[in-house]
């Protein structure tokens, strides 16, 4: 019966998605397919969707706005992969490998053309606004990771400003216009806002830690964050250890050239580095804390079946074993 109501909801975002995202030449239609074919889990537009059941909201708006989050999510992650220079995503060939970095980044364009042209129709200065500064945050946190590359300066506020432009605004989001189209008192808003924020935020240093100790999960090759010479929890939460000059250690490694960061060896021993300094234990640490804080957050919405689906999502969601 649950399953249903979940697989519902994907199933309703995909016929909007099919609808909003326009096709008006051949390689936009395969792109479209791309897109809603892709694998993606739809996180997003389900949570908001099962906010939009627990305060009773319209729900053919909601499924609207769940589709637009998803596009804002597809149209990042299609100039992302171009970014990364990555030729996989979730285990399957990414739409750079699939149609080359030129066509895709127009396709990204294109995407979020078509979901602010929807967006529009809700004639909703607030919507609006919240969805622009998504695209807003979306873009400086990329350039703001690109900035701090290798760059041994940075530091845990930096990397917060990051993950919250490049993750967590777009959770944000999705619960802050659910919360906005149910009509809700500020109060309510800005909680709902809150446990978007934080779900994103755990979200993202989950995905940081596995890429270290778990990277099975996430169905991709380990050390890819290394690899690009990017700072993340695991590492930032030990460099700043004065005692054992950690810091300077770890600034070797990222010095070395990007072909030897990608030698098995020199990860091993990076692994040591990090083992050696709990780095593991202390990232585990900081995410069960915020895992406490989102799972009252859970507890604390009207009771109901949307709100045990909601709980039992972000458990699997939010799993890193
Ligand atoms: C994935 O991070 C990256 C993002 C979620 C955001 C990407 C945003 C842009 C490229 C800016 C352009 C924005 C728009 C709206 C078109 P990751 O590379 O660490 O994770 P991954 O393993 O999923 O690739
Ligand atoms: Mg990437």
Redesign the pocket.
Known sequence: MKKIHINEIIKSVNKRLEEIILDDLPVLNDIKKFVIESGGKRVRPIMLCLLNNIYNGNSKGALVLAAIVEI??A??????????E?DT?RGKPSGKALFGSKTVVLA??Y??ACGIKKLNEFNNSQLMSIFTK??HD??T??LY?MEYEKNSNITIEIYNKIIY???AS?FQAACESAALWCNLKKEEINKLSILGKEIGMFF?IR??YL?YFNPKI?K?DPF??FQ?G?YTYPIIKVKNNQKNGINKKIHKYFLMSDKLRKNKEIQKDFMNLLHENNSKEKTLKDLEKLGESISLRLKNLPNGISKDLMEEQFKRLLNIN
């Open positions: 804002i999510h149209a990042s992650l299609l100039h992302d992969d171009v970014l990364d990555a995503r990204g364009d995407l979020l998504v695209i979306l873009s946190a990329e990771q432009g490049k993750t777009l993202q995905d940081d890429d996430l991709k890819q964050d690009r990017i």
